[in-house]
Structures are given as C-alpha cells and as structure tokens.
C-alpha cells in the first residue's frame, strides 16, 4: 500500500479516535465535530476545538517511516485547552491504532512539544486559549 494512503488511514482514525474520546467529549461538551484538519474555519465550530496538520512523513528510504502531526486546542480558558492538549496526548496510543485496524506506533526517539504560544492574532477571534502539541508515529515499512 502507497505511504499516502496509509497516512490518510492513519489521519482519519487519529480523528476518529479522538472524537470518541470520553474525555475530550466532556471537555469539549459535544459528542462530534471535535477535531478538524488545518485550514477550516475554526470560528465556525464551537470551543475548544482541536485542530490539526500533518507536518511532514518520511519517506520509506529513510529506513523508518515517520508522520508528524501537530495539533492545536483552541478554547477559552487555559485549563480546558491544557487538559484537552494532554487528553490529545493520552489517547493516541497503539491500542487505539491497532482497534482500527492500523499498525502504528509513537516514535519513542521523538518527544511530544508542546507550546504555548504567547501571542497570537488569531485568539481574538476563537478565544482565549491555545496550545501546540506535535507528536511523531512510526508507520509500518
């Protein structure tokens, strides 16, 4: 199977997975719409909202395919949006991956980042909060 196809795989069950957080749903109060990929509205959803992007995923030649992906909690107040960015974290897991039928593991030589961007433009318009949280999984050769 092409990377490409696999990463999309990957890509839908991360937001799958994530929408049926039992925790992200109390957080975010809401039962869908949870996560959305990079380059929607986000104004248009209701708060807090994880966003998020695939960054880069490396080729087979490398010897070990990689995807990263960041993801961005957008909310109101810092604590939901930390707590919803270390839930984000907590549910991404192998098991998780391997209930959806996909071999995918975290990169364990590739420590989550988190940041907490101090100034952006952006809040003013989808809240008072955010957090960047990127994490890296091994994909199968």
Known sequence: MPVTDYVQQVLEATVAILDADPDLRVLCARTSAIVI??????????????????????????GVQRLEVQFTVFGMTRAVVNAATLQVHAALTTPAFAARGLDVARD??????????????????????????SLTFLLPD
Do not use: C, M
């Open 37 to 62: 990929p990079w380059g929607e509205q986000v104004f248009d959803h209701p708060l807090p909202v994880v966003v998020y992007l695939p960054v880069t995923a490396s080729p087979a030649w490398t």
């Open 108 to 133: 364990p030589n590739a420590l989550p980042v988190r940041q907490w961007p101090t100034s952006d433009p952006l809040l003013s318009d989808v809240g008072n909060a955010r957090s960047d949280i």
